[in-house]
DNA sequence: TCTTGTATGATTGTATACAATTATACCAAA
DNA sequence: TTTGGTATAATTGTATACAATCATACAAGA
C-alpha cells in the first residue's frame, strides 16, 4: 500500500522528465516550433541532450494536451493554440473563474489570503508607475493564488493550463498601460469580495474580469495577427 | 511542410500505443485499478503484451491527466477519480455544456440535427420502456453530438474527458427510471431550443440538465459510496 | 529489543539496437 | 519530359540492455 508524500514532485519542472516536456511545450506556447512545424525525436532530443526515449515520452503528453499531433509512423507536428483556441479558452475561462472565485471565497487560507492582498498593493503601486513586466508577474501570480484557493484539483488543473495557453496574449495586452491599470482595480474588486466572504460577488467579479480582458484583446492587438493563425 | 489529413489516427484507440493507454485509462476508470495501487511498467507490460516502452508512454500521459501520480525513480500510484472530483466536474460542467450548447445551436450540422433528433425519439421510447442500457448509450451519445457540433476543439476535449471521468457514476443514476425519462425531457428542451436556434434557451436548458444530474446524483447513490473514496 | 549498516533484489531512468514503415533519389521505359 | 519502379536513406515503433535508485532482508552491535 502506497503512502508516500503526495504533493512533491508531480511532473517537477527540474527533473530530466519534466524538464523535456516543459521545454518543449515552452517552445510550442512561445512560438519558437511553429505551426505545422515537424518535430523529430532525434533533434529534439539533440537539442536537449537526451536520447530519443524521453522526447517521446514528452511527445506522447503533448500530444495529450493537444499541442502537437502525432501521426504513426510518419511524425509529430506542432499544432499549438490556434487564435480560435485562444477566444474559445477566454469564453471558458469567463465561466470557469468566477467559480474557482466562488470556492476560493469558503477554502481560501489566511496565507493566501495575505498574499493575495499583498498582490494587490504591489500591483496598484506597479499599474501607476507603468511597471508592465512586474504586472504581468503579479497578474500571473494573483490568478494562481484563487486557483490553488479554489482546493479543486480538476478546476485547478483546468484553469491552469488554459492560463498558460493564453499567456502570450496576455502579455501582449497587459501591456498596454490603461488595461493593466484596469485589470488591477478588477483583481481588488475580486480580492475584497472573497475577503467579505461573498461568494456571488466574488464569483461575478471573476467572471466579468476575464469578459473584460477577452472584450479589451478583442479590441487591441488580436485582430492584426489574426492572419497568422498562431498567436 | 506538413499536410496530412488532421481527422485521423489522433490517439486512436485501436492503434497499439493507443490500445496501451486507453486499456490502462478503462481500467483506472472503471475500478479496476483501485486508489493508490501500484502500476508496475512490467506487470502492465505483461498484461498487455508489450514491454515497458509503450506503457511508459502511457503512464505519461496519465500522469498529466492526473489519473495516476508518478513519483521518480519509485513508482506511479493511481490517484483515479474521487468523489470529489466527480461533485467538481459536475459543478464545471454545469457552467460549460450550456456554452457547448449554445455554440453547438448556430454550428450544428442538418446531419448532426437529425442524428440528435433521431436519438430523442429512439431515448424516449426506451425509457419509456425502461430499457436502462440503451439509455445509456444514448446518453452518452447525445452530449457527444452537441460537442462535436459545438466546433470548439478545446471545449470538445474538455467535456469529453470530463464525461468520461463520470461514466460509472453516470451509468448508476441513469439506472434509475424516473431519472432516465427526466433527463430525457431535459435532453428534449436542448434539442428544441438549438433547432429553433434559441442559444439562450439552449445554453441554459443545457445548464440546468447538469444541475439536475448533480442533484439527483447527490440525492440517490452518491453518498453510499462516499466513504470508499474512489466512485 | 531496537537500531544501524550492508548486501541483495526489484524497479525505474535512459540509451541503444533492431524491426517496420515511410520518404527520397535515381534510373529506366513510354 | 513524364511516369513508374526499385533501391537507399531516414524516421518512427518497440524491445532490450545497462545504469541508477530504491526497497527489503538480515545480521551485528548497543
Given at each position: 500500500?502506497?503512502?508516500?508524500?503526495?504533493?512533491?514532485?508531480?511532473?517537477?519542472k527540474?527533473?530530466?522528465?519534466?524538464?523535456?516536456?516543459?521545454?518543449?511545450?515552452?517552445?510550442?506556447?512561445?512560438?519558437?516550433?511553429?505551426?505545422?512545424?515537424e518535430?523529430?525525436?532525434?533533434?529534439?532530443?539533440?537539442?536537449?541532450?537526451?536520447?530519443?526515449?524521453?522526447?517521446?515520452e514528452?511527445?506522447?503528453?503533448?500530444?495529450?494536451?493537444?499541442?502537437?499531433?502525432?501521426?504513426?509512423?510518419?511524425?509529430?507536428?506542432?499544432?499549438?493554440?490556434?487564435?480560435?483556441?485562444?477566444?474559445?479558452?477566454?469564453m471558458?475561462?469567463?465561466?470557469?473563474?468566477?467559480?474557482?472565485?466562488?470556492?476560493?471565497?469558503?477554502?481560501i487560507?489566511?496565507?493566501?489570503?495575505?498574499?493575495?492582498?499583498e498582490?494587490?498593493?504591489?500591483?496598484?503601486?506597479?499599474?501607476?508607475?507603468g511597471?508592465?513586466?512586474?504586472?504581468a508577474?503579479?497578474?500571473?501570480?494573483?490568478h494562481?493564488?484563487i486557483?490553488?484557493?479554489?482546493?479543486?484539483?480538476?478546476?485547478?488543473?483546468?484553469?491552469?493550463?488554459?492560463?498558460?495557453?493564453?499567456?502570450r496574449?496576455?502579455?501582449?495586452?497587459?501591456?498596454?498601460?490603461?488595461?493593466?491599470?484596469?485589470?488591477?482595480?478588477?483583481?481588488?474588486?475580486?480580492?475584497?469580495?472573497?475577503?467579505a466572504?461573498?461568494?456571488?460577488?466574488?464569483?461575478?467579479?471573476?467572471?466579468?474580469?476575464?469578459?473584460?480582458?477577452?472584450?479589451?484583446?478583442?479590441?487591441?492587438?488580436?485582430?492584426?495577427?489574426?492572419?497568422?493563425?498562431?498567436?
Amino acid at each position: 500500500m502506497a503512502n508516500y508524500d503526495v504533493k512533491s514532485e508531480v511532473n517537477d519542472k527540474f527533473s530530466l522528465r519534466g524538464r523535456v516536456y516543459h521545454k518543449i511545450r515552452d517552445n510550442i506556447l512561445s512560438g519558437v516550433y511553429k505551426e505545422n512545424e515537424e518535430l523529430k525525436e532525434v533533434s529534439i532530443g539533440e537539442e536537449l541532450g537526451v536520447s530519443r526515449t524521453p522526447v517521446r515520452e514528452a511527445f506522447r503528453q503533448l500530444e495529450l494536451e493537444g499541442l502537437i499531433q502525432i501521426i504513426p509512423n510518419k511524425g509529430a507536428y506542432v499544432t499549438g493554440i490556434t487564435i480560435k483556441d485562444v477566444e474559445d479558452i477566454y469564453m471558458m475561462r469567463s465561466k470557469l473563474e468566477g467559480l474557482a472565485a466562488r470556492w476560493a471565497t469558503t477554502n481560501i487560507t489566511k496565507e493566501q489570503m495575505e498574499e493575495m492582498e499583498e498582490n494587490i498593493y504591489l500591483s496598484e503601486f506597479h499599474a501607476s508607475k507603468g511597471h508592465m513586466e512586474q504586472i504581468a508577474v503579479l497578474d500571473n501570480r494573483f490568478h494562481e493564488i484563487i486557483y490553488e484557493a479554489c482546493n479543486s484539483k480538476m478546476l485547478e488543473h483546468q484553469l491552469r493550463d488554459f492560463h498558460e495557453y493564453v499567456l502570450r496574449v496576455r502579455k501582449r495586452t497587459l501591456s498596454q498601460f490603461k488595461r493593466s491599470s484596469e485589470s488591477t482595480k478588477e483583481h481588488r474588486e475580486i480580492m475584497e469580495a472573497i475577503k467579505a466572504g461573498d461568494a456571488d460577488r466574488a464569483e461575478e467579479a471573476a467572471n466579468r474580469h476575464i469578459v473584460n480582458a477577452y472584450d479589451n484583446m478583442i479590441k487591441n492587438g488580436l485582430k492584426e495577427i489574426y492572419e497568422r493563425g498562431l498567436v
